[in-house]
């Protein structure tokens, strides 16, 4: 079968991108605008790397600085509708725009002496140059990122200005327009706050990280590796989106750009195997979703947790992958007992990958492996980021067959040269060591065969997709800032404790219903930042823990993406299939199932995010949560062993949900009904109920 066959076409990709995802909605650019916006996006990483590697700024001029970039080039790049989006061409008003926000992004550097001097004290300028820039980023934010988070942060700045107007508990003092304004802009608690500083150090660097991966051909490795290893399995194809999905998740910072790129190979073979076309797009929407939760990109949120709550990002990447491996494992069971039940079979010799070629190309996985060790070797999430960078152009220098056979010695020589002399000197750590020896054994590349091109390429695509995280944080940055100013986040926090009588069950209902309303069509990083800062202090109000309640927030903000009506993931999804968006959008809340009990369980029980637990304690519950979900994928689609009757459905649901609830009586009654369940496939046979033991074959609605 042609690769062409499998896979759309890159046009129909990016059309489904930019109607999906409005990070994508870019202008087609030419000639000398195309070289300049080129050079501009160059020079943003090469000011982000220099900055936060060589010569650091002052918060507030670095800030402002990344800020400024983020303007100048969503104006040049983003129109300002989809109908504007013309070949080639730039309209007047996104120029001005575009100068305003160089002018914006050069304020604070250029009289950084006297804002500080003045201590808060605004003339006439400051107040026009922080209110242009307000206005700014809400029109840039809007362009590049959508309205949901554009509208939510305008209302945030009405109710700072019209507090006294507001009703009930909602009610403060107001904030007049000039302290609104210098809130926003001259303290690190607006747009210049938090948010905006996570974007211009961690996550910038990885989003470079991610580029450099996506260069060295990981993606597509990443797809043939996971044919390789599920694709002749039962209902091979969805196993291979899944698996896929979760790789692709570990560097990418979007789940319509996982959708879109993984899921442009996997649903035309699912379909093309007999999988109905809304469970094939569901099937992709859902585990494309899914790798936004799994380490170590985490969708950026996890970088964005380490200033929120205050914990090293080792921690929070280490207590998110059970939770992870469970929702995957929970999207696999689902899709394993639908292609029983429908007798879908996997792919055939003839499809599969050169099982030998393929794992030739193992190395290209040593990027990944290489950021988790260093991450969790102490280094700091800054300096692993480089460190990913320059193992993954070594990596990427390894197809190059002359590479493969004399730079690894110059490697080998100078590593092993600077771990002796570190050795014998103290001069130099082991990591030290290799570092060095990456950086030397690349210059030595560079000097012989000139190919700088990737490398630039990369720098370029990393600063492109920075843009949306640029505009999003700057629009949260307005969020947080009133919440701060009002104290708004403790009276929504107390309103929904109240409206749960204090119970939690009740109060964690009620907070999962506004994480996912504020998720509805904002990407990750935003919807985290939203969600964190107004539903998570209901839960430590309660006293939960700050991860466990971060943690909770944070799934049901990357749920919203798959739950209807707005769910732009299973709406992309839909357009790769050519299936109903909404009925997608059901299959995939469906088959993710899991994202909706798993935050649950680890609030309940926090041994799930490896919080005080022992190595035997934690197996116990990571074993009754797998069997709990086992029985409510059966439950849900009606197939174990054989099709279920709708008395066994309703049992084996209710043991799943009693083993997920952790405690020791409910695990006792849990496994109990789920030995029941078991017994009852095999005790009552077709004879008694009338159904076959299997259905194979069967074909499936196209």
Same mark, same amino acid.
């Given at each position: ?409 110059? !490697? %080998? &020589? *100078? @590593? ?10 103290? /001069?130099? #750590?082991?990591?030290? =060591? ?121 799934? !049901? %903000? &990357? *749920? @919203? ?10 709406? /992309?999804? #839909?357009?790769?299939? =050519? ?124």
């Amino acid at each position: 079968m042609s690769k062409k066959d499998e896979t759309l076409s890159t046009e129909k990709q990016q059309e489904i991108m930019q109607k999906y995802d409005p990070e994508s909605s870019v202008r087609e650019l030419t000639g000398l605008l195309a070289k300049i916006v080129f050079f501009i996006l160059l020079a943003f990483s090469i000011y982000q790397l220099y900055t936060t590697t060589l010569n650091p700024l002052p918060a507030q001029i670095h800030r402002s600085i990344h800020v400024g970039f983020g303007l100048v080039l969503i104006f040049l790049l983003f129109p300002a509708t989809k109908k504007n989006r013309i070949k080639g061409k730039i309209a007047w008003y996104d120029l001005v725009l575009a100068i305003l926000g160089f002018g914006v992004g050069a304020y604070w550097p250029l009289f950084y002496e006297d804002i500080i001097t003045r201590a808060g004290d605004m003339t006439t300028l400051d107040f026009y140059v922080g209110l242009l820039a307000v206005l700014l980023v809400l029109e840039a934010t809007r362009r590049a990122v959508g309205l949901p988070i554009t509208i939510i942060a305008a209302l945030f700045l009405v109710y700072a200005y019209w507090g006294r107007q507001m009703p009930g508990f909602l009610i403060h003092r107001g904030v007049n327009l000039d302290s609104l304004v210098q809130s926003m802009f001259f303290t690190t608690e607006g747009i210049l706050g938090t948010p905006i500083a996570v974007s211009s150090t961690f996550i910038f660097l990885f989003l470079l990280f991610g580029a450099f991966l996506v260069k060295t051909g990981v993606g597509q490795y990443f797809n043939d590796l996971a044919v390789t290893l599920a694709g002749k399995r039962t209902g091979g194809p969805a196993k291979v989106a899944i698996f896929s999905s979760a790789l692709q998740g570990t560097i990418s910072g979007s789940s319509v750009a996982n959708v879109v790129t993984s899921g442009s190979f996997t649903i035309p073979m699912m379909k093309r195997l007999g999988y109905r076309r809304e469970f094939a797009g569901g099937v992709e929407a859902a585990a494309s979703t899914g790798g936004q939760l799994m380490p170590p990109i985490m969708g950026a949120a996890a970088f964005l947790m380490i200033e929120f709550i205050g914990m090293d990002y080792w921690s929070i990447a280490k207590a998110a992958t059970i939770p992870a491996l469970l929702y995957f494992t929970g999207v696999w069971i689902m899709t394993h007992f639908e292609a029983k039940r429908t007798g879908l079979r996997g792919l055939s010799d003839d499809q599969m990958p050169n099982r030998k070629e393929v794992f030739k190309k193992i190395y290209l996985l040593l990027p990944i492996v290489a950021i988790v060790f260093y991450l969790s070797s102490g280094l700091s999430v800054m300096r692993a980021a480089i460190y990913g960078i320059l193992t993954t152009i070594l990596v990427g220098m390894m197809r190059e067959e002359k590479f493969r056979k004399i730079y690894p010695i110059v !490697f %080998g &020589i *100078v @590593a092993v040269g600077m771990g002796i002399y570190g050795s014998l000197t103290g /001069a130099f #750590s082991a990591t030290s =060591s290799l570092v060095t020896a990456t950086i030397i054994t690349i210059l030595v590349s560079y000097l012989f065969d000139g190919n700088f091109k990737e490398s630039i390429e990369a720098l370029v695509d990393g600063a492109r997709t920075a843009l949306g995280v640029v505009a999003a944080t700057a629009a949260a940055g307005i969020i947080v800032g009133v919440v701060t100013k009002t104290g708004l986040g403790l009276k929504l926090a107390n309103s929904l404790v109240s409206l749960a009588n204090g119970e939690i069950l009740l109060t964690l209902f009620f907070t999962m219903l506004a994480a996912i309303i504020l998720g509805m069509g904002s990407p990750t990083t935003a919807n985290y930042i939203i969600t964190s800062t107004i539903a998570a202090p209901a839960l430590i109000l309660l006293g939960i823990a700050d991860l466990p309640a971060h943690m909770f927030v944070f799934y !049901f %903000g &990357i *749920v @919203a993406d798959i739950t209807p009506p707005v769910a732009l993931a299973a709406f /992309a999804a #839909s357009g790769v299939a =050519s299936s109903e968006p909404i009925r997608t959008g059901v299959n995939a809340a469906k088959l993710a199932i899991a994202a909706f009990i798993i935050p649950y369980m680890f609030v309940l029980e926090p041994k799930l995010l490896m919080i005080d637990t022992t190595t035997m304690e934690l197996l116990w519950i990571i074993f009754t949560a797998i069997c709990g979900m086992l029985a409510i994928g059966a439950g849900l689609i009606g197939y174990w062993f054989r099709e279920l009757m709708w008395f066994e459905r309703i049992i084996s649901l209710a043991g799943g949900l009693t083993l997920i609830y952790p405690g020791g009586y409910s695990d006792v009654i849990g496994l109990s009904v789920f030995a029941l369940i078991l017994g009852l496939q095999f005790l009552l046979k077709r004879d008694k109920l009338g159904v076959p033991v299997e259905r194979r074959g069967r074909k499936a609605r196209a």
